[in-house]
């Protein structure tokens, strides 16, 4: 999150908005195996992380949204 907010602090002039989503449980190729307590079929979509990611960048010019912590159903935080 510091680099988040030092890239947004040096892009502020720029009009740059700078936004971190931080998914966890994602289901994909870069996890070998979920751990045994969560399904496969319970684990969060890719494209559910881009569809946040184009949220993001179709919030109009005045909107800037800091952080995203997308999680599945029922996961404890």
Known sequence: MALTKSLADEGRPYKIKVSAICPGGVADGL???????????????PYDIAETAVYLATLGPHAVVHQVIVDRLGADW
């Open 31 to 45: 996890v070998d195996a979920p751990p045994d307590e969560i399904l496969r079929s319970e684990q969060i979509s």
